[in-house]
């Protein structure tokens, strides 16, 4: 079956980084999605990573490797407005997007 | 650019009755639209993916004559709860596929619509 795992909460500091796993099982994969949700909105979009790799935007960073199916977002300079539910989801053979459950991260000043 | 509307944003109705929710692309066309339900502390559930000019395909467990979808155009989908009940209480959000942006398959999701039943 196709399925997505990654932590339910972590809490990190202002000013710190903090890094979200995310592994995935999926029929086929054309691309790994980290979205972002804050509380009673919808998600918006952070990052797309389909070749092994690190991908950098910003304070955000994102990685990718297929071998593993494994995939991590980096969060630099954390800022209070970064408190938000991060959601890692995989794009199967049918471009159907598979979704985790998504990780809320808590910011502490 | 890349945004998509939807309407109502809230909506609160009885027990029986019906809500229709539209979701607009507004300066892109969207050949593909997706309707998804969260529930509190839960993660994006696809419902159901609407082409323009055909039958939306429906994911297993979602009742197709319950939550009715129509994709009439290249820019507006709606989905329709009939005979709402306090358990279908929800968010819904739907998100839209750039016809012209073969890149990432992105998908541009709307601000949602909050559904309560009472």
């Known amino acids: 079956g196709q399925n997505i795992d990654q932590p339910t909460e972590m809490t990190a500091t202002e000013g710190a980084i903090v890094q979200i796993n995310c592994t995935y099982q999926?029929?086929?994969?054309?691309?790994l999605f980290w979205y972002q949700q804050h509380a009673g909105e919808a998600p918006t979009f952070l990052s797309y990573?389909?070749l092994d790799g690190l991908e950098e935007k910003g304070r955000f960073s994102s990685f990718l490797s297929r071998s593993k199916g494994y995939s991590y977002l980096l969060l630099k300079e954390l800022q209070m407005k970064d408190s938000a539910s991060y959601l890692c989801a995989a794009m199967d053979s049918n471009y159907q997007l598979i979704w985790g459950a998504g990780t809320k991260l808590i910011i502490k000043p | 650019g890349a945004v998509v509307s939807q309407h109502p944003s809230w909506v609160i109705c009885k027990s029986g009755t019906s809500v229709k929710i539209e979701c607009r692309s507004l300066d892109f066309q969207a050949t593909t639209m997706f309707w998804y339900r969260q529930f509190p502390k839960q993660s994006l559930m696809l419902m159901a993916t609407?082409?323009?000019?055909?039958?939306?395909?429906?994911e297993q467990g979602v009742e197709k004559d319950k939550f009715l979808i129509n994709h009439a155009s290249l820019t507006l989908s709606t989905l329709t709860v009939t005979s709402a009940h306090p358990e279908d209480s929800s968010f819904y959000i739907c998100?839209?596929?750039?016809?012209?942006?073969?890149?990432?398959?992105?998908?541009?999701f709307g601000p949602g619509t909050r559904l309560t039943v009472t």
């Open positions: 609407s082409n323009e000019g055909s039958k939306a395909t429906y």
């Open positions: 998100s839209a596929r750039d016809l012209e942006q073969g890149f990432a398959y992105e998908q541009y």
């Open positions: 999926t029929s086929g994969f054309n691309g």
């Open positions: 990573n389909v």
